[in-house]
């Protein structure tokens, strides 16, 4: 009897290493698919990679409307917002900014351009905002405001989205990994109390 759970204690183990050695192995598959696929997208993927994000995207527009709320200058505001952060759109913005201020482009030309090389709803909307607010003389931060609300809430909306469906995604690993092991760790001592 004792050999018995001797044995049925190595087998578990046995089948509990060869569920881990398949999961390091799965995983280990996958980033090597995923270093292949960033590898022959080549200069696209790494572009997307640093894309300015919704929250640069909403935190931008907090420090715009602080600084108008305040009474700045929209070219004000913008400067101050670029030399206190340095990120791509920072940087992107300090560029548009500087050409506007030389006289190289226009404002409308310079965010549009920027607009374009991002593809980026929020920011299409905020160079739309801002566009028109300067156009038809509204109080730009009012606008900068609710749009500024508007990509926290559709933010939250993803994440609520993702935390949903996180249960569906964990039960994979469950079913086949855990739960195997452990009714294997809890029968097998019933089952070799029984044979014996």
């Not at 994000?53 to 505001?77: E, K, P």
């Not at 038809?136 to 749009?147: D, F, K, R």
Request: include cysteine; charge should be negative.
């Amino acid at each position: 009897m004792l050999y018995l759970s001797y044995a049925l204690a190595l087998v578990t183990a046995a089948v509990y290493g060869y569920y881990f050695e398949i999961e390091v192995a799965i995983h280990h598959t996958v980033r090597s698919l995923r270093r292949a696929i960033s590898r022959a997208l080549g200069s696209k993927a790494h572009a997307d990679e640093k894309a300015p994000s919704s929250n640069d995207i909403a935190q931008m527009l907090d420090i715009l409307v602080l600084s108008l709320s305040a009474g700045l200058s929209f070219d004000y505001s913008l400067e101050l917002y670029c030399s206190k952060f340095d990120n791509r759109l920072s940087r992107d913005l300090n560029n548009a900014l500087f050409s506007w201020q030389i006289g190289a482009t226009t404002r409308l030309a310079a965010l549009t351009n920027l607009s374009d090389a991002y593809h980026n709803p929020s920011f299409e909307r905020f160079v739309q905002c801002v566009v028109e607010s300067i156009e038809l003389g509204a109080p730009i931060a009012q606008t900068l405001e609710s749009h500024a609300d508007m990509i926290r809430q559709t933010r939250r909306y993803e994440l609520e989205a993702n935390i949903e469906k996180l249960p569906i995604k964990i039960l994979i690993p469950l079913t086949t990994l855990i739960l195997p092991a452990m009714l294997i760790a809890i029968l097998g001592p019933i089952f070799a109390g029984l044979f014996t």
